[in-house]
Each structure stands twice: as structure tokens, then as C-alpha cells.
């Protein structure tokens, strides 16, 4: 009967697997080994990591020795290519040693001979340490190269983040790129969390899952650890940092996603802790569930289909117990035409719309022409940075207490970043990234039309109607339906302009209320009938009093300034107005009488 024998082999990576050859290389060697001493091959077991550490870690080292757990008594003989493959570690290569003669089993090497004597266990220990010894060397080896890619700008990841590929440089090795289509629908999502378009990691989420070609888990869906990852990458941003190898975040070679700007908004909202309440299970059934509130009791409404007699009907209705109108149903058809007649009296005129196209056209070019101070302002930030990173560097030199140096370093690392996002924006001074039609386009098109965009009927723009044409829930009333809503800041703007009560202004003379000062009259044809007045009254003399101790409505009077008189001792000279309090007579009003009873 045949000696019955197992075969182990192994590579340094799953690269290795992929584009090499080396595990059925080893098995091929192997094999041939078997036949040739004229065993008879069960099984082959194998792994795709490295031989440091702890072998428990690497499954088809764990598969073999459940392997020959489960057949005691068999005496397998265990053979592998050299003995690097076994282990490269001396105090795991003798701890699996002792497992495998536990179990009965003889190991055999290609490339070393196994004796049971002081001499054979020495040479083996001797051949584990060098082979450790060169897993050290090789790792230190690759570090350091390492970290002078990264000095240089350029990731050293072994697998680049989703939206980048590996391309070979012109200047050595290789340099990440673009990877279309997964490098914009990355870009949308990491610049709508910024915007607060995505107003949690869910709707991030949803997005990236509604594109079909975008990578997903082995379970086919995108797991929200992935999320957090894409939104904390610096490599999106163009950086590249290493802090456990002390290498401080710097700009990379590579292209980047989203500026340095969005990616520190992004950093704000995550670092925050605070997360919008969304619904998971928003569909495109009941798009106004979570924006709706009851008026009630200010709680979101709920929605759900109703089973009738022959088919099924779709209501909204409140969940609050203890609210009048708790469990009573809406209809979706009542409620969203509601929503839809609120929508279109939202809307601004057309004339208004133009108008705010103009005001932002001129707010573009204002702000294209102050690119020079705007320049030199960034300029004198980034000085001011810089200095207080040499304070910062100077104070870490006398400090002793890790608690300061630890603070120091990281103010230090703070500063590097906002320095570095000044930079970016010194660049693009001066050079916007699209031109105004194709900024504003989009966005006067749903300020002029936001139901258009709700009557598409796609459940993202709907919600993204809700977002931002509404900053609070909306609130409903069954017998009255939507009450007043807090809109956004442009709809509010245009919509307090629409309803401004505008008049024709009569051709008659109007008096706003009269300061005690002085002041000129605003017409040629007033200051004319005023100095005809002023002479009739100097010519005349000092005016009689009527009876009752009122002067003639001719006359108007007031008091100057530094005079003690009353204001009723003097006329009204030319351009003077009437006191306040004091009523003027009307042209054509009796006027002329007046004027002719004057002394």
C-alpha cells in the first residue's frame, strides 16, 4: 500500500495568485516529488499570505491541520517546495513543527533534508532564523522605499481606492488615474455630502447603489463601512500621508476627485456627530413620507397601502399616539395634488427669474475682477500659517510632556492642512472650473419650474426638491391641508418680491411726515410757489392773526436754527418747510383766498 501524502503551498500575496504562477508552480514540483518517491497525493492545501506570524491566521494552514485531525492513525507525509514556504518565522516554525508531530505526520522539503538529531534540528533552526532574518530585511527594504514614494507624492497602496487605477509614470513607477465610470459617480457623492445635496451616509449610499457598474461586496451590496472609508480618503482630495510611518499629509502627483475644500467640509460634517434622520425605506411610492409632519403633533407622517375589498389603496397618516389625529388616513392622491398646487404657487414670475439671472451675472463678474486682492489675501494667509507652524515647531523643542508635544503636533497637522487647502484655492484664483451658463443654468431652471422637476416622477429628484426648496417639514392638516411653509432662502426672497402690493402713485402732491429741520423743497414748481409766498408775506409785513390765534394758511412758518423766537414771528422763507404737526394748505384749496385777506 501506497504512503499517502499531502501537499502545503503558499505565496507572499493575492497579486501573486493572480498574476503569477508560483502556487501551481509548487504544486507541479510537488507532485513530481510524490511520484517520485511513490506516494500517493490526497489532497493539496494552499495560501495566499505572508509566512510571518502566527500560521493559525492563514486558512489553508488551519484546513491542513483539521485535516489530519480528522484522520488520526493515517501517518500523512506533509510536503512543501522549500522550507520559506513552511514558515519564516523560528517561533512558529518549531510551535508547528510540534502540531504536525502530534499527529504522526513527516515533513518532507524539496529543497531540505529533515534528520532526527541535534545536528538536523540545529541546521533546521538555523535555516528558519535566515529565513526570517530575509522577511525582516525585505520588509525594512520595502518600507523605506515606500516612504520616499509617498515624500514624492505618490501612493504606495496596493490596491488603489475605487474611482483610481495604477498607470505606469513616465518618470519610474506607477501613478494613480482616473478610472471612469467609477471616478465620477465617486466625485458626485463625495461633492453632494459636502453641499448637503446627500443629507446622511444612507442617501450616499442609495446613490452609489443606483448605478449598476459600481463595485460592490461579495454579498453584492455596498456595506456602510465603505461609505465612511470613500468619505475619510485623502487620496480623493489629491493628498497622500502615511502617519504611522511619520510621513505628514502632502500633496500627491495624482489627479484629484474633489478639491481640498469640499474634502475639509466633508471632514466637518463627519467629525459633527450629527446625522439627519432618513428614512430607510423611502420609495417611490410615497415620496412626502419624512418631509410631511402632522400639524398637530409636529410628527413626520407615515404611509402605507390599505387592503379594501378588491385592491389596495395608498394613504398617509400619523403614528403619535394620543394625537386627535392619530390613525386617521389621507388619501396620496389628496395630499400630493396638494403638494403639487403648493409647488406651483411657489413659483416666481419670469420677470423675477430675470431679473436674479442678471443680479448673479453681475455678482459674477464683480467677483471675477477682484481675483488680484483676492489673491493677495490667500497669499497673506498662508504666511500667517507658516508662521505659526515655526512657533508651534519652536515651542516642541523645549517642551518635555508628551501630553504637550502630542497637542503641538497635532495644531501642527491642522495648520499643514488648512495651508495646503489655501494653496489649491492661490491656484484657482481666477479660474473657475465652469463658466456662469453652466453654473447657473440648472439652478435658475429649478428656481423658475420646481414642479416640473416633481412631476418627473424619480424618487432622487423629488427628494432633492424637498431638500431645497423647503428648510423644514412641511405641515398638513386634514381639513385645511398644508399650512404655511418655511421656504428656502431663494424662494423666500422671490416670493416676499412677488407679493409686495405695488400702486399707481396719483398725480397729486403727497407730504411725507416733516422733520423740525429745514429742508429744500424737492421741485422746480414747489420752490417757485414757495418764494411767491415768502415775498407776499415780507411785502406785507407781519401777518394778522386770525381769530381763534392761527396765522393765515398762506403763510407757513418755522423756526430757525439759533433763533428763540416760537416760529410764529417769523415767515417761511424760500425752500423752508412747515414745522411738524403744522398742516400746509393745498394749491387750488383756498389758497388764494387766503393770500388776499393778508394785511
Known amino acids: 500500500m501506497n504512503q499517502k501524502a499531502v501537499l502545503y503551498c503558499r505565496v507572499s ?118 529565513g526570517e532574518l530575509e522577511r525582516l530585511q525585505m520588509g525594512r527594504q520595502n518600507r523605506q522605499k515606500s516612504i520616499a514614494r509617498l515624500e514624492q507624492g505618490y501612493a504606495v497602496m496596493s490596491q488603489p481606492p475605487v474611482g483610481y487605477r495604477y498607470e505606469k509614470s513616465s518618470h519610474g513607477g506607477k501613478v494613480l488615474v482616473r478610472d471612469e465610470p467609477h471616478a465620477s459617480v465617486v466625485q458626485e457623492a463625495l461633492e453632494g455630502y459636502a453641499t448637503r445635496r446627500f443629507a446622511s451616509q444612507v442617501e450616499v449610499k442609495r446613490f452609489l447603489e443606483s448605478h449598476p457598474q459600481f463595485p460592490r461586496g461579495k454579498e453584492g451590496e455596498i456595506r456602510q463601512m465603505f461609505v465612511v472609508r470613500m468619505l475619510r480618503q485623502k487620496l480623493y482630495a489629491g493628498y497622500v500621508d502615511s502617519p504611522g510611518w511619520g510621513v505628514p499629509i502632502r500633496k500627491g502627483n495624482h489627479e484629484a476627485l474633489v478639491s481640498a475644500e469640499t474634502f475639509e467640509r466633508i471632514q466637518e460634517r463627519l467629525d459633527q456627530g450629527v446625522y439627519a434622520q432618513t428614512r430607510k425605506d423611502i420609495k417611490q411610492d410615497f415620496p412626502l413620507r419624512g418631509a410631511v409632519c402632522c400639524a398637530d403633533c409636529e410628527t413626520p407622517l407615515t404611509a ?19 394625537c386627535a ?24 414670475k419670469p420677470g423675477l427669474v430675470r431679473a436674479a439671472a442678471m443680479m448673479f451675472r453681475d455678482l459674477w463678474d464683480h467677483q471675477a475682477k477682484q481675483t488680484k486682492t483676492a489673491a493677495q489675501s490667500l497669499q497673506q494667509d498662508i504666511r500667517s500659517a507658516e508662521s505659526k507652524i515655526d512657533q508651534l515647531v519652536e515651542r516642541i523643542i523645549d517642551a518635555s510632556n508628551p501630553r504637550v508635544i502630542a497637542a503641538f503636533e497635532k495644531r501642527i497637522d491642522e495648520l499643514e492642512r488648512e495651508k495646503l487647502v489655501l494653496q489649491e484655492k492661490v491656484l484657482q484664483v481666477g479660474k473657475p472650473r465652469r463658466t456662469f451658463d453652466d453654473m447657473f443654468e ?29 428648510s423644514e417639514h412641511l405641515a398638513y392638516c386634514r381639513n385645511e391641508g398644508f399650512r404655511t411653509p418655511k421656504t428656502a432662502f431663494p424662494f423666500k426672497v422671490l416670493g416676499d418680491v412677488s407679493e409686495g402690493i405695488c400702486k399707481m ?28 409766498v415768502g415775498q407776499a408775506a415780507r411785502l406785507a409785513g407781519t401777518p394778522r392773526r386770525r381769530e381763534g390765534g392761527k396765522l393765515p394758511p398762506s403763510v407757513l412758518e418755522c423756526k430757525r436754527p439759533g433763533s428763540h423766537s416760537s416760529g410764529l414771528d417769523r415767515p417761511l422763507a424760500a425752500g423752508q418747510r412747515q414745522p411738524h404737526g403744522r398742516q400746509q394748505a393745498r394749491p387750488g384749496s383756498g389758497g388764494a383766498a387766503a393770500q388776499s385777506e393778508a394785511p
Open 325 to 348: 389625529q392619530y390613525g386617521k388616513s389621507i388619501a396620496r392622491d389628496k395630499i400630493e395634488g396638494r403638494f403639487a398646487d403648493l409647488l406651483k404657487s411657489l413659483e416666481p
Open 505 to 532: 402713485v396719483l398725480p397729486e402732491r403727497f407730504e411725507l411726515s416733516a422733520s423740525p429741520l429745514p429742508r429744500e423743497c424737492s421741485t422746480p414748481e414747489l420752490r417757485q410757489r414757495r418764494a411767491g
Open 13 to 130: 500575496g493575492k497579486k501573486q495568485t493572480v498574476d503569477g504562477s508560483g502556487l501551481d508552480s509548487q504544486e507541479y514540483r510537488c507532485r513530481q516529488y510524490a511520484d517520485s518517491k511513490g506516494y500517493q497525493v490526497e489532497a493539496v492545501f494552499g495560501d495566499d499570505v505572508t509566512g510571518g506570524g502566527d500560521f493559525m491566521k492563514r486558512p489553508g494552514m488551519v484546513a491542513l491541520l483539521r485535516y489530519l485531525d480528522e484522520r488520526p492513525g493515517m501517518n500523512y507525509v506533509v510536503i512543501f517546495d522549500d522550507l520559506k514556504r513552511y514558515a519564516r518565522d523560528v517561533e512558529f516554525h518549531l510551535k508547528l513543527r510540534r502540531l504536525m508531530s502530534e499527529r504522526g505526520a513527516t515533513r518532507e522539503c524539496l529543497n531540505f533534508n529533515f534528520e532526527d538529531s541535534p545536528e538536523g534540528k540545529f541546521n533546521e533552526i538555523i535555516s528558519a532564523a535566515a
Open 442 to 470: 440648472l439652478s435658475m431652471r429649478f428656481l423658475s419650474s420646481p414642479c416640473k422637476i416633481w412631476a418627473s416622477g424619480r424618487i432622487e429628484a423629488q427628494r432633492l426638491v424637498l431638500k431645497l426648496v423647503f
Open 304 to 322: 402605507g397601502w390599505c387592503k379594501g375589498k378588491y385592491k389596495k389603496y395608498p394613504y398617509y397618516f400619523c403614528r403619535e399616539k394620543g
